[in-house]
């Protein structure tokens, strides 16, 4: 009986120390997890945040801004090296074809394919929405799939717009690839009085978010302080996302308003990790 006692003691013990190893492991997945989820978050805003770059250009430099006269404008002519179609001439809605082509380089970015819009009306004017789809595009061999949707939610002096993410997806060079949705509010907050001058323009953004991985993984994301994205800054330069994870949690910071190409992430407030934009 004694040593019946003892055997079923050495197999309940064994049985949790087991349990606790494997715990050990799974908290370890779900830490680098969460940091790798939210390094692919920052890509996934740093591209939608050029898709809208290369939106505003096009709008104001054609005339679609709802500009009272048409005049040259300051931006940081991304579409240099692009061919843009606009149809029709006339009215809206207007269907907007940029085709980077096979490749296009301009300041350092390199595009390729074509991105899609459907503009309801002028991209200042309240109410107006402005789809984006993307056909076999590329920015530094990264593939960009999804819809973007901008309505515009402006009043009078203010200029603002809702953006919805759906079934967005990125491909990394190395084909590793990341889904991502949600809903933000993005807020002129400089550059309002100078319209052709797109070199001014800030945008406050702000909302939540979702990413997930190939395995399934998913974590939410919800803006802390509101990200800063400078016309003139090729990336997002300025404010904090909170990525949640089921056992940890990510900050990741865009920095203090410097135009660079770095982030850091910090788990559960250990010491930040820098990641590249792109």
Request: hydrophobic share 35%.
């Amino acid at each position: 009986m004694k040593l019946k006692s003892v055997l079923f003691a050495i197999t309940m013990v064994s049985f949790a120390i087991g349990f606790d190893s494997c715990k050990k492991i799974d908290t370890k997945s779900d830490y680098e997890t969460t940091f790798e989820l939210a390094g692919d978050q920052a890509l996934a805003d740093n591209f939608t945040e050029d898709a809208n770059d290369v939106f505003m250009e096009i709008a104001v430099d054609n005339n679609l801004a709802g500009n009272l006269v048409n005049q040259p404008i300051e931006s940081n002519n991304i579409i240099a090296c692009a061919t843009v179609t606009i149809t029709p001439a006339q009215g809206f809605p207007k269907t907007i074809v940029i085709d980077f082509g096979t490749s296009c380089t301009h300041n350092g970015i390199t595009r390729s394919g074509k991105i899609n819009i459907v503009l309801s009306d002028s991209v200042r004017k309240n109410g107006s929405t402005a789809v984006m789809t993307f056909d076999n595009y590329f920015v530094n061999l990264y593939k960009v799939e999804g819809t973007l949707t901008w309505t515009n939610t402006s009043l009078p002096n203010t200029r603002s717009w809702t953006r919805r993410t759906e079934n967005g997806k990125i491909t990394a060079p190395d084909q590793r690839y990341w889904l991502h949705s949600g809903f933000r509010t993005v807020v002129q907050t400089a550059g309002v009085n100078t319209p052709f001058n797109l070199l001014d323009d800030v945008f406050s953004i702000t909302g939540t978010h979702s990413v997930s991985n190939s395995n399934g993984d998913t974590r939410d994301i919800t803006v802390l302080n509101a990200l800063q994205k400078k016309t003139a800054c090729h990336n997002i330069d300025k404010g904090n996302l909170k990525v949640q994870g089921p056992n940890h949690y990510a900050i990741i910071d865009f920095g203090d308003g410097t135009c660079d190409n770095l982030a850091t992430i910090s788990i559960d407030g250990r010491t930040p990790r820098t990641i590249i934009l792109r």
